[in-house]
Nanobody, 126 residues
Framework: QVQLVESGGGLVQAGGSLRLSCAASGRTFSNYGMGWFRQAPGKEREFVAAISRSGGSTRYADSVKGRFTISRDNVKNTVYLQMNSLQPEDTAVYYC???????????????????WGQGTQVTVSS
């Protein structure tokens, strides 16, 4: 069973950057499609970005397209979320998620993922 641990969150000023990392335990990381989601206080968890098993396909929420980049390193068993031009509305707890799949595609729905990390707080001040 793969376990996910996020890191890299913190406090940043508007316009700044952060890189989140999600380290996965286990030997089967390359069998998992991965995603990043976020949840702000009082709001539902929402899709941010997803990447296929090989890293060949990615998808982004419209709100982060052009500012965030998802990537993965299947040797290091890690998925990343590079966040640039951060805005106060990006403030949320960010969650890494994984789904065991044979598909080469990506999934954008919360229900498509069975593994979740504990979350890391990202706070963007204005």
């Amino acid at each position: 069973q793969v376990q996910l641990v996020e890191s890299g969150g913190g406090l940043v000023q508007a316009g700044g950057s952060l890189r989140l990392s999600c380290a996965a335990s286990g030997r089967t990381f390359s069998n998992y499609g991965m995603g990043w989601f976020r949840q702000a206080p009082g709001k539902e968890r929402e899709f941010v970005a997803a990447i296929s098993r090989s890293g060949g396909s990615t998808r982004y929420a419209d709100s982060v397209k052009g500012r965030f980049t998802i990537s993965r390193d299947n040797v290091k068993n890690t998925v990343y979320l590079q966040m640039n031009s951060l805005q106060p509305e990006d403030t949320a707890v960010y969650y890494c998620a994984g789904r065991l799949t044979l598909s080469v595609g990506v999934a954008v729905g919360v229900n498509g993922y069975s593994l979740w990390g504990q979350g890391t707080q990202v706070t963007v001040s204005s």
